[in-house]
């Protein structure tokens, strides 16, 4: 999907609250339309979460269109991330939470990474998740001394000199000046 146009991110202030509830009508039938028509019909819709609003909604009826299965994968929840930026106690915040509390209940199937995300979706959401843990690919693995030093080897020529004249300060300072 693309981004919201840039025409919109100037609007002042007083718009916020219209554009919040703009942006995610529109995403909606975007992503309605992509995951109904524009893609074959899949056994399996698997979301990860957050984002929630639009995507828990949407991929719910395209689940229910297309006669397959709805799952959520949750690494967190979205109405707490969104109350960082907008306050706990936003309607917007209440909202959110009820859409991806409502939708998350109409999951298929639910998994997480964490025993404290299950407990808390199976505790304070009535769901029932499966816990799958991350775990990192092989090729993760903690740097060798060896493997450092050819890296800061690399950089030294980067980072030696500086990039132009605004990089240093010289002259007197204050500290330096005699009283």
């Given at each position: 999907m693309t981004q919201w146009p840039k025409i919109f991110q100037g609007l002042p202030r007083i718009f916020r609250p219209i554009?919040?509830?703009?942006?995610?009508i529109i995403q909606f039938f975007v992503l309605l339309w992509f995951l109904c028509l524009k893609i074959p019909s899949p056994d399996v819709f698997i979301v990860q979460n957050p984002p929630s609003v639009p995507t828990l909604v949407a991929v719910r009826w395209a689940s229910s269109l297309r006669n397959s299965a709805f799952i959520i994968d949750w690494h967190n929840f979205g109405y707490t991330l969104l109350?960082?930026?907008?306050?706990?106690?936003?309607?917007?915040?209440?909202?959110?939470?009820?859409?991806e509390n409502r939708y998350g209940k109409m999951a298929d199937g639910s998994l997480c990474v964490t025993k404290a995300m299950q407990h808390e979706l199976a505790q304070n959401w009535g769901i029932n998740a499966t816990v799958l843990y991350d775990q990192p690919p092989e090729f993760f693995h903690p740097t060798s001394l060896e493997e450092k030093h050819k890296l800061f080897c690399r950089l030294d020529k980067d980072l030696r000199q500086p990039l132009g004249s605004g990089d240093c300060v010289s002259g007197v300072t204050y500290f330096l000046q005699e009283v």
């Open positions: 554009m919040l509830l703009l942006k995610p109350g960082l930026s907008l306050g706990r106690n936003s309607r917007f915040v209440s909202v959110y939470r009820w859409i």
